[in-house]
C-alpha cells in the first residue's frame, strides 16, 4: 500500500494565518516562522505569507471572502499549488476554497503534521500509529479532494466524477481500516507489555519536549547513544532507552522519545499514546525547552498541555533549560532563571552542566529513596550477591548464622527485594 498524503513534497506554498484580538503581531510571525519550518520539513516551499486582522472567524472561508479571492489570484500568479493554514479548517472552508480554485490544494496545520509523521515513521509501531490517526483525521474530512485515497487504499476506482456514493464507499473503507489498525496496535502494545515487566523495577526518567529543542542532542551527551539529531522538526517518532548509571547506586533507564508542538492533532498524542508509554509511566520527566527560541513559554505551556492530555501531569518533573550556550544577553539568563527558579541550565550539544544536571537527578532519585535491613543464612550466597545489586550497602554484619545487610535503593527495587525475600 502506497502511503502518505505525500501532496506536499516540492509544491509551492502559501501559508495563511489570522491575526485575532488575543495575539500581537510577534507572536503570529513566530507561529508562522514555525510553520514554515513544518512546510520545509515537509519539502514544501514556501513563496509567500497572507496574514489578516480579524475579529471574527469567516465560517466560509476561514479569513474574509474578499481576502480569499485575493489570496487565490496571488496564489494563481505566483505558481502556487498549495495553500496551509495556521489553523484548523472545516470540511465546508475546505470545500468552498475548491470550489474557486479546482487545482489547489488546502491543507492545515494539522494535515501538515500529519503528512510529516508519515514520512518520518520508521518501525511498524509508528507507522501504525500514524496511518490510525490520518485515517481519523479524515474521515469526517471526506471530499472529493482526497483522489490520493485511491493510491493509498489500492485502487478503488476511477475518481472522476466521483459522487456521493463512492464518498460512501470510501467512508466505509476508513471505517474498516481504523479498525484493523486499532487491532494491530493492540497486538504491539501487548508485545511492549512483556518488554516492560522486565523495567518495572528500575528508575524510569524520560526526556520530553517541544520539537527541535535538543532532547536527543541531551540523550545522546548522557548515554554515548547515536540517536539521529537533526535541526528539523519531528526527526525521530520512535522512542529510545538506554541505560545511564550516574554511579553505582543511581541508575535509572533514560527514554528518549517524540517532541511536543503546539497544536499537535488530538488524533495523533491520542494513537501515540504506546510510543509515549516511557512518558506515563516515568517516575521522573525532564522537560527539555529551549532556551534560546522567543516562544519558550508557550513551549513550557503546550507541553504542560499535552502531559495533562496523557494523564501524565501528576508525574515529578525537572526543568531542563538547554542551549545556554545560543544565549549572549545576561538579563535574559536572569529573567529564564526567575520564570523557572528549580530548573537546571546546560547546552547538551557543548556538554555543558551535564553534572550539574545529574546531581539534580540524583537527588530528586534520593526522595524516593529507603533504607532495609535484609538477613541472610550462610546457604544463601546467592541471593544476597543479588541483593546488593543497583544499591548501595551501608552496613555488612556477620553473625553466627548467616550476614545481615543495610541496603538503601530505589523504592522500586527495595520492593522488589521484598518480595523476592
Ligand atoms: N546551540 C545549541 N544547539 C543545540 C543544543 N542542543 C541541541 N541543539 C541543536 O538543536 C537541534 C535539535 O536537536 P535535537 O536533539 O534533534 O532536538 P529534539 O527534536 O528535541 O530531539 C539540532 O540542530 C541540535 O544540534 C545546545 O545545547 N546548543
Ligand atoms: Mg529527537
Request: charge should be neutral.
Amino acid at each position: 500500500m502506497s502511503r502518505g498524503i505525500d501532496t506536499v513534497e516540492k509544491e509551492k506554498a502559501l501559508l495563511i494565518a489570522a491575526l485575532s484580538q488575543r495575539m500581537d503581531e510577534s507572536e503570529l510571525n513566530d507561529h508562522l516562522d514555525e510553520l514554515a519550518l513544518l512546510a520545509d520539513t515537509a519539502g514544501a516551499e514556501v513563496v509567500g505569507r497572507v496574514t489578516q486582522k480579524i475579529s471574527k472567524i469567516n465560517p466560509a472561508f476561514y479569513i474574509g471572502k474578499g481576502k480569499a479571492e485575493m489570496l487565490l489570484s496571488q496564489a494563481e500568479e505566483l505558481d502556487v499549488s498549495l495553500l496551509i493554514f495556521d489553523d484548523e479548517l472545516s470540511p465546508a472552508q475546505i470545500k468552498n476554497y475548491h470550489k474557486l480554485a479546482k487545482d489547489i490544494k488546502v491543507i492545515d496545520r494539522s494535515a501538515l503534521i500529519l503528512d510529516i509523521f508519515q514520512k518520518h515513521a520508521q518501525s511498524k509501531e509508528a507507522k501504525t500509529q500514524v496511518d490510525l490517526a490520518y485515517f481519523e483525521y479524515l474521515l469526517p474530512r471526506l471530499t472529493r479532494q482526497w483522489t490520493h485515497l485511491e493510491r493509498q487504499m489500492g485502487g478503488i476506482g476511477a475518481r472522476a466524477g466521483m459522487g456521493e456514493t463512492q464518498i460512501e464507499i470510501d467512508r466505509r473503507l476508513i471505517r474498516e481500516q481504523i479498525s484493523r489498525l486499532k487491532k494491530d496496535l493492540k497486538k504491539i502494545e501487548k508485545e511492549r507489555q512483556t518488554q516492560g515487566k522486565k523495567r518495572a523495577d528500575e528508575f524510569r526518567c524520560a526526556l520530553v519536549g517541544y520539537t527541535n529543542a535538543g532532547k536527543s542532542t541531551l540523550f545522546n551527551a548522557l548515554t554515548g547513544a547515536k540517536v539521529y539529531v537533526q535541526n528539523e522538526l519531528f526527526a525521530t517518532l520512535d522512542t529510545t532507552i538506554r541505560h545511564l548509571d550516574i554511579n553505582a547506586s543511581h541508575q535509572l533507564l533514560l527514554s528518549d522519545t517524540v517532541g511536543f508542538i503546539r497544536k499537535l492533532p488530538h488524533h495523533l498524542v491520542a494513537s501515540f499514546r504506546s510510543t509515549l508509554k516511557e512518558v506515563i509511566e516515568a517516575n521522573l520527566l525532564l522537560i527539555v525547552l529551549d532556551m534560546s527560541s522567543p516562544q519558550i513559554i508557550e513551549h513550557s505551556k503546550t507541553i504542560e498541555s499535552v502531559l495533562k492530555d496523557l494523564h501524565a501531569d501528576e508525574i515529578k518533573t525537572l526543568i531542563v533549560l538547554n542551549k545556554v550556550d545560543a544565549i549572549q544577553d545576561e538579563n535574559l539568563i536572569f529573567k529564564l532563571q526567575r520564570r523557572f527558579p528549580d530548573s537546571v541550565m546546560i547546552s547538551a550539544k557543548n556538554h555543558l552542566r551535564l553534572s550539574e544536571l545529574q546531581k539534580r537527578i540524583v537527588s530528586i532519585m534520593e526522595t524516593e529513596y529507603q533504607t532495609i535491613d535484609l538477613s541472610f543464612s550462610f546457604e544463601e550466597g546467592k541471593k544476597m550477591a543479588m541483593a546488593q545489586e543497583g544499591v548501595e550497602v551501608l552496613e555488612r554484619e556477620w553473625t553466627e548464622t548467616g550476614v545481615n545487610l543495610r541496603i538503601r535503593g530505589h523504592q522500586n527495587r527495595i520492593e522488589q527485594l521484598l518480595k523476592k525475600n
